[in-house]
């Protein structure tokens, strides 16, 4: 079960049984709270309603549901499972880089009952956030209860991640590019393997539950002229704008909370309820996920002010919520945000030009997944999410073009992720060491082994092949006749290619330095976490190392050099 292929499929299908089940009860705690508390299915979609529980309250019950919900969550959280706080996602992430997929066990129960309240109560997240850790936290805990080593942990907590969003929103693909992307980051094939039979066993109990339909419900829409691509163009590049806007916001709103209040913990939810409170007064369509809201805006239902109000309001209403520690996703509000843009957008764009412009509840379709990528940076599971949640295949290319160029604006503002800069904040790089790591935090001029002896760019195959079969590495450097720097020549490549013969045919490589690749650049004043990254993804078992202008070479680094930084173990 440890170690055997067959072990890591029971493994992921157990774990992706178990998050199935796990989303069946999660919503179904959402929807409970959600009718206790507001007494409708769904509040935001109900107006300016009162509570029939409640009559006598008229509308202003929504002042006491957040203070309500505040004073059950807050000290369950506060008590059992500190991590459940916030939108979860960054917390998994954390355990796969640098915790070994480990993950508290409490935070399962924890999670679900702590944002199935935050939510009911008024709470303006989304359901992605908690189900990722719920389905994480599941995972680490089997892998815990098995055995399994951190390389097995890590891909088991990216399968409950994957099981939780497939059958969550029945979407099978965008659970398993999610667990990938995001969680993992990166598309090994066993990582693949495993991913994808979690999200197929979640999304299977899924659909059982809730049916195979999508998410949401919209009309077939279609690109009727091609002058709409620029506009789907423009759309993204604001759409990353905005994505990077609302973390910024997000995180400025937690801060201002962070400052003002001075009390104990457990009681920050329910006494920052009450500002949420006088916001749901105001616009009751920032109440809970809010996808009523969401789809009455890409069905075309509201004007453009009424649009770029509630996009406002949905964020400050989520930064409010995470800020006053309430427990929920960011995703959902992101997809929401997304939506009053791009409808917005349309509206706009349909007056000025009506002839060309096409449906409005196209751009908001665009305009949901160009968000998220602005926010998420997550280009892949953006466009396969949308594609998922709304069953529309139909403006896949707009859909693809806005996503990409918000993700290129989003890089070009912001280093961090609307998951990355919450732990950035808190003092933590994933790609760097953890705290109180022994290796990692030297530089590579640290632990430089000498350079071999390069090999000349002129050499023949067999030559090559000879001085590589000699190499303790594997791999060489190779320079031209002027002492250049031209990459490595590994000796997977030069048996390649002497297994498809050289010949002399026209174009096929003879040489060494024809065959030359570079690596990814090492230099001597980088930190040794970083090199080994590279070392890892790197072919052979050295890489060259230059100096600080990327220019000359003065060393070498191998795992056994890293290793040397320990220095000599301590005398028993």
């Known amino acids: 079960m440890r170690e055997a292929p067959w072990g890591l499929t029971v493994l992921a299908l157990l774990i992706g049984t178990g998050a199935g089940l796990g989303s069946i009860a999660f919503r179904w705690l959402i929807q409970t709270f959600t009718r206790l508390f507001s007494g409708h299915a769904d509040y935001a979609g109900a107006g300016h ?5 409640v009559p006598w309250l008229g509308v202003y019950f929504v002042l006491l549901t957040p203070v309500i919900g505040g004073l059950l969550y807050g000290p369950l959280v506060d008590r059992f499972a500190k991590e459940a706080r916030g939108h979860g996602v960054p917390e998994v992430m954390l355990a796969v880089a640098q915790r070994g997929g480990r993950i508290n066990p409490n935070v399962s129960v924890v999670k679900a009952l702590a944002s199935a309240l935050c939510i009911g109560s008024g709470g303006s997240v989304g359901r992605e956030g908690p189900i990722v850790q719920i389905g994480s936290a599941l995972g680490s ?41 995001l969680i993992l980051g990166d598309f090994a094939v066993e990582s693949f393997g495993a991913v994808v039979i979690a999200s197929v066993a979640a999304s299977v109990i899924g ?5 195979d339909t999508a998410f949401l419900t919209l009309p077939a829409f279609h690109i009727d002229h091609v002058a709409q691509y620029p506009l789907f163009a423009l759309l993204g590049i604001t759409a990353g704008a905005v994505g990077v806007g609302f973390t910024r916001i997000l995180y400025l709103i937690e801060d201002a909370c962070d400052w ?15 500002l949420l409170g006088v916001l749901l007064l105001v616009l009751p369509e920032m109440y809970g996920v809010g996808y009523p809201v969401l789809q009455n805006a890409a069905q075309g239902q509201y004007v453009a002010g009424f649009l770029l109000l509630l996009l406002v309001g949905k964020i400050l209403a989520t930064s409010l919520t995470i800020g006053i520690g309430g427990s929920g996703g960011v995703f959902a509000p992101s997809l929401f945000i997304g939506a ?24 908001a379709l665009v305009g949901m997944g160009a968000v998220f990528a602005g926010a998420s940076r997550a280009p892949i599971t953006a466009v396969v999410i949308l594609f998922e949640l709304t069953g529309q295949y139909t403006i896949i290319l707009p859909l693809m073009l806005a996503i990409v160029a918000a993700t290129l604006v989003s890089r070009l503002l912001s280093r961090d992720t609307v998951y990355t800069l919450k732990l950035r904040r808190r003092g933590i790089d994933l790609h760097a060491p953890a705290a109180g790591a022994r290796l990692g935090s030297q530089t590579v001029a640290t632990v430089l082994e000498d350079l071999p002896d390069p090999m000349p760019a002129a050499t023949g195959l067999t030559e090559a092949a000879y001085r590589l079969s ?6 060489l450097p190779v320079m031209d006749s002027d002492g250049r720097y031209l990459g490595t020549l590994t000796a997977r490549t030069v048996a390649e290619a002497l297994a498809e013969g050289t010949g002399g045919e026209p174009g096929v490589p003879s ?21 080994l990254h590279v070392l890892v993804a790197a072919p052979g078992t050295g890489l060259p190392v230059l100096d600080q202008d990327h220019t000359q070479l003065v060393g070498w680094l191998t795992h056994q050099s890293a290793l040397r930084a320990l220095g000599p173990p301590s005398p028993a």
């Open 511 to 531: 040489t060494a330095g024809e065959l030359a690749e570079f690596p990814g650049p090492v230099t001597v004043d980088m930190s040794l976490a970083t090199a």
């Open 260 to 274: 003002a209040w001075r009390g104990p913990e457990w009681l920050r939810p329910a006494a920052g309820g009450i």
């Open 49 to 53: 309603a009162a509570n029939p529980h």
């Open 207 to 211: 659909r059982a539950a809730f049916g």
């Open 470 to 475: 000699m190499s303790d590495h594997g791999v």
């Open 340 to 363: 009053m843009l791009g409808a917005a957008y349309g509206t706009a764009v349909h007056g000025l030009v009506p002839g060309t412009a096409g449906a409005v509840g196209a751009y």
């Open 141 to 181: 805990t089997l892998g815990r209860f098995v055995k399994v080593g951190e390389g097995r942990m890590r891909l088991l907590v990216a399968c409950g991640a994957a099981g939780g969003i497939a059958a969550t929103f029945n979407a099978p693909l965008a659970g398993v590019f999610f667990a990938m992307e």
